[in-house]
């Protein structure tokens, strides 16, 4: 099993105030693979606001910026991908037109919905929750042994979400998750984002030596 795992890091529900510095300022403390813009309560303007404010800083860190739930928008923005739902739209019309650029695709806890969207396109598969969390409304949850299954059966690389904090990952890295994505845990940390991110990488990578020597 390859122990490798990486910070996808989503935006909070609603940017505070200077979120550009505090974006930069998290970003420039460690790995992140990805960014994605969550902005469900927002106006279709304020997100192009927030696209064209936001995404030059992954951009220039090489952090994939995806945005959530549109794929149009994506594709018309010059965003890296887009993060759907089961609900976002037509899946299959999304990889057509996203092209090359990166499609991920929630499956919550379903195997068969993981498969489906793995035949559709793809490039990752989104499982969880897997803990409690305050960011959504959770309506289904996901068990460990997903992970483990998918890791072991599929090349698409999978990624773990719902709740997940430094302290509580290690299951998740050493089931086989390729990317951890966390909001509260980067955003809420108690001495800020870049000490929040700084912490996941540590636990990420702790996890993973773990995991190798297992």
């Known amino acids: 099993m390859d122990p490798d795992c990486r910070l996808y890091l989503i935006t909070p529900p609603v940017l505070p105030p200077r ?6 300022q998290a970003l420039d403390a460690g790995d992140v693979a990805s960014l994605q813009l969550r902005l469900k309560d927002a106006t279709p303007d304020e997100v192009r606001r927030a696209i064209e404010e936001l995404m030059p800083i992954a951009q220039a860190r090489d952090v994939a910026f995806l945005l959530n739930d549109d794929a149009a928008l994506a ?7 887009a993060h759907l739902g089961q609900s976002d739209g037509d899946h299959v ?23 489906r969207a793995g035949e559709q396109g793809a490039d990752y598969v989104a499982f969880g929750a897997f803990f409690p969390t305050a960011t959504k409304e959770v309506s289904e949850a996901a068990e460990m042994e997903v992970l483990e299954w998918w890791s072991e059966v599929f090349e698409v690389p999978s990624v773990a979400i719902g709740g997940i904090t430094a302290a509580n990952c290690a299951p998740l890295v050493q089931a086989g998750a ?6 509260g845990a ?3 940390h108690p001495e800020g984002p870049a000490a929040g991110v700084k912490a996941m990488n540590q636990a ?10 297992d």
């Not at 979120?19 to 930069?24: M, P």
């Open 204 to 213: 990420i990578a702790a996890a993973g030596a773990m995991a190798a020597e």
């Open 93 to 115: 019309a999304a990889r057509a037109l996203l092209k090359d650029r990166i499609l991920g695709i929630t499956c919550h806890g379903s195997r068969h919905l993981a498969m």
């Open 178 to 183: 390729n990317f951890l994505a966390v909001v």
């Open 19 to 24: 979120f550009a510095w505090q974006l930069a």
């Open 186 to 188: 980067v955003w809420n």
């Open 75 to 81: 594709a018309e923005m010059g965003c890296d991908g």
